[in-house]
């Protein structure tokens, strides 16, 4: 879904007002709205409609917009440096793991048990 230039409009306007632009932060109008609908097109004709309604949103419409709004402000590349972070990365887990700083104290108290009845 393509978003018209006044359902673009009203987007922006809805998108500073949740997200202002505050300590050097972009205001929630530069969020990549495209990626957002392109991974998750069954939000598009929900947020055309609300992006349609003229005057105050409802809590709803207000939530799914900001769902949108922030999952876009959050792509932007220069949003993920200002904030640090750039996505999940894969960490290699060593093949045979070293628990032994928490496995010590146990092995060397030895085994304790009771004999079941």
């Known amino acids: 879904m393509t978003l ?3 359902e673009r409009r009203r987007l922006s306007e809805l998108a ?4 202002p632009a505050e300590d050097g932060m972009p205001p929630g109008s530069v969020g ?3 990626e957002v609908l392109a991974a998750r097109p069954d939000l598009a004709e ?3 409609e609300v992006l ?6 409802t809590a709803a419409q207000t939530a799914l917009a900001g769902e949108v709004v922030a999952g876009a402000y959050f792509l932007h590349p220069r949003v993920k440096d200002l904030i640090g972070y750039h996505g999940r990365r894969a960490v290699p887990i060593p093949s045979a ?3 032994e700083d928490l496995l010590g104290p146990v092995v060397a108290r030895g085994p304790v048990y009771r004999e079941a009845p």
């Open 16 to 19: 500073d007002r949740l997200i």
């Open 4 to 6: 018209s230039a006044e």
């Open 52 to 57: 349609r309604v003229p005057g105050d949103l």
């Open 32 to 34: 990549l709205i495209e």
């Open 46 to 48: 929900a947020l055309g």
């Open 97 to 99: 793991p070293d628990y």
